[in-house]
């Protein structure tokens, strides 16, 4: 991830951020055990560990 400024990644924090506050909100409208709501957990996992490698990056910069 060295290729980006703390900009761009300050600007990809802020977007993934958006993304988990939505799909939260979402998956609030589907029971657990539907397929939507599966679908939402898998996608917020993804962004949790996005979030995380990406504050960790600006971090070290």
């Not at 397929?35 to 979030?51: D, E, G, V």
Request: hydrophobic share 30%; aromatic share 4%; glycine share 4%.
């Amino acid at each position: 991830m060295s290729d980006y400024t703390k900009g761009e990644l300050e600007e990809a924090l802020k977007a993934v951020n958006s993304i988990i506050s939505k799909c939260e909100k979402a998956q609030e409208k589907f029971s657990e055990g539907n397929s939507q709501h599966t679908l939402l957990k898998n996608r917020l996992k993804a962004m949790y560990i996005s979030k995380s490698l990406i504050t960790n990056e600006i971090s070290s910069k």
